[in-house]
C-alpha cells in the first residue's frame, strides 16, 4: 500500500507546492528589490515582513490555484474564478503586508 498525503480538500499535497512557491515568489522578490535597492540601511526588523508577506503569497496562491483550476475548471465560471481570486490574491497580500508592517511598528 502507498501512503499518500492528503490535504483536507481531497488534493495531494504536493499539487498544492507549486501555486504557493508561486505566489510566495512574487511579493518575495519586490521585498529583496527593495531591500538592495537602499542598501544603505539593512535593520533586523526588515527580515519580519520578509517572512510573513511571502506566507501571504504562497496562501493567495494556493486560493488561486484551487479556485481556477481545481474547483471551476471549465467554462465562463474558469474566467470569473480567475478574476476573482486575482483580486483576493491581492486583498491576501495587502492584509499580511499590513499584518507584518503592525507588528514591526512601522505600520502608521
Known amino acids: 500500500m502507498k501512503n499518500q498525503l492528503k ?3 481531497g488534493l495531494e499535497a504536493k499539487s498544492l507546492f507549486l501555486p504557493s512557491i508561486l ?10 528589490f527593495l531591500m538592495v535597492a537602499n542598501s544603505e540601511c539593512y535593520e533586523v526588523w526588515m527580515f519580519f515582513p520578509l517572512l510573513i508577506i511571502p506566507f501571504g503569497g504562497a496562501l493567495g496562491g494556493i486560493f488561486f490555484y484551487l479556485m481556477g483550476f481545481h474547483w471551476f475548471p471549465k467554462g465562463n465560471q474558469k474566467l470569473m474564478a480567475l478574476i476573482f481570486s486575482c483580486f483576493i ?3 491576501i497580500i495587502w492584509f499580511f503586508s499590513v499584518m507584518a508592517f503592525n507588528l514591526t511598528g512601522h505600520w502608521d
Open 89 to 91: 490574491y491581492i486583498f
Open 7 to 9: 490535504s483536507l480538500l
Open 23 to 32: 505566489g510566495a515568489i512574487i511579493p518575495t522578490s519586490l521585498l529583496i
